[in-house]
Nanobody, 116 residues
Framework: VQLVESGGGLVQPGGSLRLSCKASGFTFSTYGMSWYRQAPGKERDLVAF????????NYADSVKGRFTISRDNARNTVYLQMNSVKPEDTAVYYC??????????WGQGTQVTVSS
């Protein structure tokens, strides 16, 4: 199983960024996918979840209305569209899959920094 995030970087407050997570090594369309984030000195928190075929999504209250999770099962990729970003969105963003209800697999993370 491999998850590779990309798309992070420096963005100004109020700007937008789209993160991608390319998956391999498992049947991507079968599993829900999640985005988490971890700010310095803080725990890793769930940001958004999308079901296997995209029919169901959930968001942390702090990002509702600003972030959108989506997936392309043909490309084995899950996305996180981040709009109206705030300095408090600064963190390392990780994608995660849980296989068989037993095993969590994480990507290496991508840094997002919101600053003017």
């Amino acid at each position: 199983v491999q998850l590779v995030e990309s798309g992070g970087g420096l963005v100004q407050p109020g700007g937008s960024l789209r993160l991608s997570c390319k998956a391999s090594g498992f049947t991507f369309s079968t599993y829900g996918m999640s985005w988490y984030r971890q700010a310095p000195g803080k725990e890793r928190d769930l940001v958004a979840f999308i079901s296997s075929f995209g029919g169901s999504t959930n968001y942390a209250d702090s990002v509702k209305g600003r972030f959108t999770i989506s997936r392309d099962n043909a490309r084995n990729t899950v996305y996180l569209q981040m709009n109206s970003v705030k300095p408090e969105d600064t963190a390392v963003y990780y994608c995660k899959v849980n296989l068989h209800g037993l095993y969590d697999y994480w990507g290496q993370g991508t840094q997002v920094t919101v600053s003017s």
